[in-house]
């Protein structure tokens, strides 16, 4: 007859060990509970403020089109990107879509870089039409998904003007009735923590005032000051955003161009894949993983116009693709005729990965062994990287069903299991 062990541990023992590990167990329920599951733009669109209209996400998809076929079309597109005939085709079509029923993911109205100072009486009056086209674009069906503004930052200068931006746009927004579902303000040019706590206030005050749930008003951080990366002291204050203001912060967007500058980068090398925004994009990746915070590569100012049309596109492809190949699903577009080669690529670089994805997907849900054998942490990437295939439109839930043998909610399911056990409770 077999004997039971015997513990050595008391429960006594056990408890106190218990409560020894209460404020970690507390800190990673509270500050690390990991990304929603939620849909997450593959870009954000900056427009200046003033030049929103209801019909501007569908213009912008139609000059998008038009700079297409007046280049060879989409396929053409897909073989300057590097993509054989198969797999041009099959995204060219799905590309042709999205340019026709959701071209824009994200808009920015910018109030910032891209609309500069025209005075206080100038800026009053556009935030507030802002606020309205954008109550009247949602009521109408033509909003991107997601949309909000970037107000002014909060050094000295520019701090009143950009609050008082803030106050009137969301103030409109709140009068008019239910906020957009996909509302996202965004605070540029962050040198310190107590810049987002700041932040964090006054988004608080106007949930108060306009009776709105706490924590409904979250905001994107940019990044693009080396202040940020690396404080006074030698820490990095990016870091401590997430735990500062738990909950609160959406996304932070690496700004290309501003970061480049401040540590005095010559214009000409400039960029994303400069060694100096890899090591900023890293850092930010290293400071929110795991806290549900999301991240944005920045933009490529070399835009496809003129003569240049298909170099623009080639080089914002591969910017794309890298981008994504190091674990930022999102960038920044500045006009229509990106829009093209930004889902081109995206797509293609989904397509390509789904079926050796899809196929280790399936080996692992059906315990069947294959060449690689995958922990639960490898699934759950395998089937994010899925997931955000489907919510994006690179590849449907039926090539999905038939390539790993999971449906929707199960792929969902796999992705974010902390989500769907406390869903389950």
């Not at 427009?47 to 007046?70: H, I, K, M, N, Y």
Request: proline fraction near 6%.
């Amino acid at each position: 007859m077999a004997v039971s062990p015997t513990p050595s541990l008391s429960a006594a023992d056990l408890a106190a060990i218990d409560a020894q590990l209460a404020a970690t167990d507390q800190l990673l329920e509270r500050n690390y509970p990991g990304d929603d599951g939620t849909r997450q733009p593959v870009h954000t669109v900056y427009v200046p403020a003033d030049r929103f209209t209801p019909s501007f996400a569908a213009d912008w998809g139609a000059q998008a089109l038009t700079t297409a076929e007046a280049h060879g079309g989409l396929e053409k597109l897909g073989a300057l990107l590097g993509q054989d005939a198969e797999l041009a085709g099959a995204v060219a079509s799905r590309v042709r879509a999205k340019l026709e029923s959701e071209p824009i993911e994200d808009l920015r109205l910018d109030f910032e870089d891209g609309y500069g100072d025209r005075g206080d009486e100038a800026e009053d009056a556009a935030a507030v039409a802002a606020a309205r086209a954008v109550s009247e674009a949602v009521a109408a069906g033509t909003a991107p998904p997601f949309i909000g503004i970037r107000f002014k930052c909060f050094e000295a200068p520019t701090r009143a003007r950009g609050l008082k931006t803030l106050d009137l746009f969301v103030s409109t927004l709140a009068q008019a009735g239910e906020l957009p579902a996909g509302l996202i303000l965004t605070l540029p040019k962050v040198t310190t923590v107590a810049q987002v706590q700041a932040m964090d206030f006054a988004v608080s005050r106007l949930e108060e005032v306009h009776g709105l749930p706490a924590g409904r008003l979250r905001f994107e951080v940019q990044v693009e000051t080396p202040q940020l990366i690396l404080g006074p002291d030698g820490t990095s204050p990016v870091a401590q955003l997430p735990h500062v203001v738990p909950g609160r912060i959406s996304a932070l967007h690496y700004g290309t161009y501003d970061y480049s500058a401040s540590l005095q980068i010559s214009a000409e090398y400039q960029s994303m894949e400069h060694p100096v925004a890899d090591f900023a994009k890293e850092v930010m990746q290293l400071a929110v993983a795991g806290t549900g915070i999301r991240l944005s590569d920045g933009s490529t100012n070399i835009i496809p116009v003129g003569d240049a049309v298909e170099d623009a596109w080639k080089l914002h492809g591969r910017l794309v693709r890298r981008s994504l190949e190091r674990g930022y699903y999102q960038g920044w577009d500045l006009h229509a005729a990106q829009l093209p080669s930004r889902f081109a690529a995206t797509y293609a670089f989904y397509r390509e990965g789904l079926p050796a994805a899809a196929a280790r997907l399936r080996n692992y849900v059906d315990h069947t062994e294959g060449g690689v054998m995958d922990e639960p942490a490898t699934a759950r990437a395998l089937a994010a990287f899925v997931l955000r295939g489907v919510q994006c439109g690179a590849v449907g839930t039926e090539e999905v069903q038939a390539l790993a043998g999971v449906e929707l909610s199960q792929l969902t399911a796999l992705a974010h299991p902390r989500l769907a056990h406390s869903t389950s409770k």
